[in-house]
Nanobody, 119 residues
Framework: QVQLVESGGGLVQAGGSLRLSCVVS????????MGWYRQAPGNKRELVAT???????NYADSVKGRFTISRDNAKNTAYLQMNSLKPEDTTVYYC?????????????WGKGTLVTVSS
C-alpha cells in the first residue's frame, strides 16, 4: 500500500518561511513526477509546484520566486521551501506522486498539511 505523508506545516507570520516534506512509502513503481497542490475550502485543488524525476520544475505564477520544490529520488521524498509567505498562502497543502505517463498515469495523494500565515 502506497502512503504519502506530509509534514512541516504550521503557523507562521507573514514574511516568514516554512519547509514542507513529503515521504512516499510502500510498493510503488518508479515515480515520474512529484508535486505540491493546495486547496482552500470551497475551491478547487490547485497546482503549487511540480518536479519530474529529472529535476524539471513548474510553478504556479502566484508562488514563483518565493517557493522552491526539490526532491530526493533515492528517498522518495519531496520538499517545498516556502519563503516570503503571505496570508493568502493559508490553506491545506497536499503532496502528489505520479507514476506512469498519459493514460497509464496513476496519482497518489497525501492527507495534507495545514499552513497558516498570520498578517
Amino acid at each position: 500500500q502506497v502512503q504519502l505523508v506530509e509534514s512541516g506545516g504550521g503557523l507562521v507570520q507573514a514574511g516568514g518561511s516554512l519547509r514542507l516534506s513529503c515521504v512516499v512509502s510502500g510498493t510503488i513503481f518508479s515515480i515520474n513526477a512529484m508535486g505540491w497542490y493546495r486547496q482552500a475550502p470551497g475551491n478547487k485543488r490547485e497546482l503549487v509546484a511540480t518536479i519530474t524525476s529529472g529535476g524539471d520544475t513548474n510553478y504556479a505564477d502566484s508562488v514563483k520566486g518565493r517557493f522552491t520544490i526539490s526532491r530526493d529520488n533515492a528517498k522518495n521524498t519531496a520538499y517545498l521551501q516556502m519563503n516570503s509567505l503571505k496570508p493568502e498562502d493559508t490553506t491545506v497543502y497536499y503532496c502528489n506522486a505520479r507514476t506512469g505517463r498519459g493514460p497509464f498515469a496513476m496519482d497518489y495523494w497525501g492527507k495534507g498539511t495545514l499552513v497558516t500565515v498570520s498578517s
